[in-house]
């Protein structure tokens, strides 16, 4: 449990300007109680779920552990990796300054991730996701000398409170609590802190004398105000303004919910739908276990025949392999019976079928609390050989589909801490915070002035030295190729964008919701087979469309805009294609210069051209004389048929 709280300041002009504490403490009283069932619920449940002491000593009757198991196999299907946040400009226009801005805040977020390990609280949340259907996540500004960061803390079940209503949306206020110290709650308070009721927590050992004070810091979305008020103490501790500008007002996502009460908030365990079941197993356990200790070979034989019962039992503690006579000292023990009579033995038989029918008794009560549950076989990591792919597949879908609320309830907690977690860098981190987390290269304002003052004051002391003025008047085109020089870099500094110009994007509430896109990839482990089935097609799509709209945009060059677009569309539809958005839009936006860009000739393509034009003529040339040979064949045909026939020739 953390035990810091925000440090105190003027107090805020909100709309109850009063100190009187008795009415935040009655709705903390009363959410309290509403919430009693639950919170006793859970620690039974808690108990069973992990109990050390229980455990280890042993229970007086065997329990199969099915409870922790299906939770060990649920966990990880629910949150298996942290989040990896994922900033993109919101329009794809390639606009300079919010892709810095995205690049730049994705990269704060992300080491701010790692720095508090993120994944630990989120696992924590799972957890109780899993297990008492809500989990919650709470973050605050640290205002340290090194610098400024954001904490995620998990919030126990009764740390955790919240007005009674029936949806999340129409929450009016939330409270956290914790734990202070007499003297933590003096320098943070005052001494009015002095009066508060010191007591362990519920969670501590008896016989602790380090008892603490249990302080409620509570966000009323109605009054704009937060106020900290405790037990014993009828004055508030505190009051201010939010010290937090948060878009949801509230300083916690909406919580992981499961199974909740039909019109409440209130949590609903998934272990209560399957207790009787998990009751039955655990009783059907005892019995078989307590039969199995009756399972062994026992039989009593009649007073006199001591002789005939120590050398059966010889018979059966001998292990000897080639020994396969026993002596018998007194052979008249036998007298006329046989041994079968001698000896009468214990129903082993009858015990071994009543533990096989038990057996399949609990068995069946076991795939009773899978079907409730919804874990699959596939899940489990339990297969049966003799079935098909398509069965196999479908247990699989089935699980998935159970188990894909909670699923989207994590992904959506991840992400909602991540917009969160950006608001708060937005507005409270200095430029020099967000340089060291994000090493960016971005150049400040002070460095960009720096430097075109430097280029004014060479242009200046140039302009004043005799020796330039002189090489400037015998070569003027090179001084004019310099002084353009000069001003096409003043101009490229008048453009560049700095690190203030990107924390005024931040600092902006009516700008940054609507240029920057704050997402998280998913937290739920992917399937090889399937994420593999996803990359194949991504290539196949992007890549047969590439081979087929590349040749069309070098025969027309005016089709190259259309080609870039339906690159982007093609490529938006794919998890792979998002994570290649950046490169995806450098490929499309090449495409598109290639429009305006002048084709360089191909010597090989004009070697051929003007073989081409050679043979052309070659060909006419041919065609011209063969029509001279035929219209002078012509005139000799016609000339001869003009002339007489001479009859006698």
């Not at 299906?70 to 942290?82: D, M, T």
């Not at 300079?96 to 730049?104: F, G, H, Q, T």
């Not at 079935?387 to 699989?396: D, N, Y």
């Not at 499309?588 to 084709?599: D, G, L, T």
Request: aromatic fraction near 6%; include cysteine; glycine fraction near 4%.
């Amino acid at each position: 449990m953390n035990d810091e709280l925000e440090p105190t300041s003027a107090e805020g002009d909100g709309k109850d300007t009063s100190t009187d504490a008795a009415p935040w403490l009655e709705l903390i009283t009363e959410a309290t109680k509403e919430f009693s069932t639950y919170n006793e619920k859970m620690d039974a449940i808690d108990k069973l779920y992990a109990d050390l002491k229980a455990l280890s000593e042993g229970a007086s009757d065997r329990e199969f552990q099915i409870f922790w198991a299906n939770l060990e196999v649920l966990k990880p299907a629910i949150y298996s990796r942290p989040p990896i946040p994922v900033v993109t400009p919101r329009f794809k226009d390639r606009k300079e300054l919010p892709r810095e801005a995205s690049e730049l805040l994705e990269r704060v977020l992300t080491s701010s991730f790692e720095a508090e390990d993120i994944d630990d609280p989120l696992k924590m949340v799972r957890d109780d996701l899993a297990i008492g259907a809500r989990g919650v996540l709470w973050l605050r500004l640290d205002d340290a000398e090194e610098g400024e960061a954001v904490r995620f803390e998990h919030l126990d079940r009764k740390d955790f409170l919240h007005s009674l209503d029936r949806k999340w949306k129409e929450i009016e206020w939330v409270a956290r609590r914790v734990w202070l110290t007499r003297k933590k709650g003096i320098a943070r308070f005052g001494e009015e802190f002095s009066a508060a009721e010191f007591k362990r927590r519920d969670d501590e050992e008896e016989g602790r004398s380090n008892k603490k004070a249990q302080v409620w810091e509570i966000w009323s979305k109605d009054e704009q105000t937060v106020v900290w008020v405790t037990p014993g103490v009828d004055k508030l501790l505190d009051r201010q303004d939010p010290y937090l500008d948060l878009k949801q007002f509230f300083p916690c996502p909406k919580p992981a919910f499961g199974t909740v009460e039909r019109g409440k908030l209130i949590p609903v365990p998934d272990f209560v739908y399957y207790r009787d079941q998990v009751d039955e197993i655990n009783e059907m356990t005892a019995r078989i276990s307590a039969l199995a200790e009756a399972l062994r070979m026992k039989g009593f034989y009649a007073s006199g025949a001591e002789d005939v019962a120590e050398a059966i039992e010889i018979a059966l503690k001998n292990t000897d392999q080639s020994a396969i006579l026993v002596p018998i000292s007194n052979p008249a023990a036998f007298a006329n019976q046989a041994m079968k009579d001698a000896i009468v033995w214990l129903p082993v038989r009858d015990v071994a079928d009543t533990i096989t029918n038990l057996i399949a008794l609990r068995r069946q009560l076991i795939e009773d609390v899978y079907q409730i549950t919804g874990l699959s076989d596939i899940m489990r990591g339990a297969t049966n050989p003799n079935e098909t792919l398509g069965a196999q597949e479908l247990k699989s879908q089935y699980g998935g589909v159970r188990v894909r609320e909670r699923q989207e309830a994590m992904v959506r907690m991840a992400r909602d801490a991540t917009r969160m977690a950006a608001e708060i860098i937005a507005e409270n981190f200095t430029p020099e915070t967000l340089r060291s987390m994000s090493q960016t290269d971005l150049p400040s304002q002070q460095a960009i002035q720096q430097e075109m003052e430097g280029l004014d004051a060479k242009i200046q002391q140039a302009a004043q030295s005799p020796q330039v003025v002189e090489m400037a008047q015998q070569n003027p085109e090179k001084a004019q190729e310099l002084l353009q020089q000069v001003e096409a870099r003043k101009q490229e500094l008048a453009q560049t964008i700095t690190l203030e110009a990107v924390v005024e994007v931040f600092r902006s509430d009516r700008v940054r919701p609507f240029i920057l896109d704050i997402e998280t990839d998913s937290t739920i482990q992917p399937d090889e087979n399937a994420e593999k089935a996803r990359r194949t097609e991504f290539l196949t799509a992007v890549g047969g469309f590439i081979q087929q709209a590349f040749p069309i945009v070098q025969q027309a060059p005016q089709t190259a805009e259309f080609v870039a677009e339906s690159l982007r569309f093609a490529a938006s539809g794919f998890r792979a294609g998002r994570q290649l958005d950046g490169v995806i839009d450098d490929l499309a936006e090449k495409i598109k210069e290639s429009q305006n860009k002048p084709q360089e000739p191909n010597p090989m393509a004009q070697l051929e051209t003007q073989k081409l034009q050679i043979d052309i003529q070659k060909g006419v040339e041919d065609v011209k004389n063969t029509q001279a040979e035929t219209q002078k064949i012509l005139a000799e045909i016609q000339k001869i048929q003009r002339e007489p026939v001479n009859p006698h020739a």
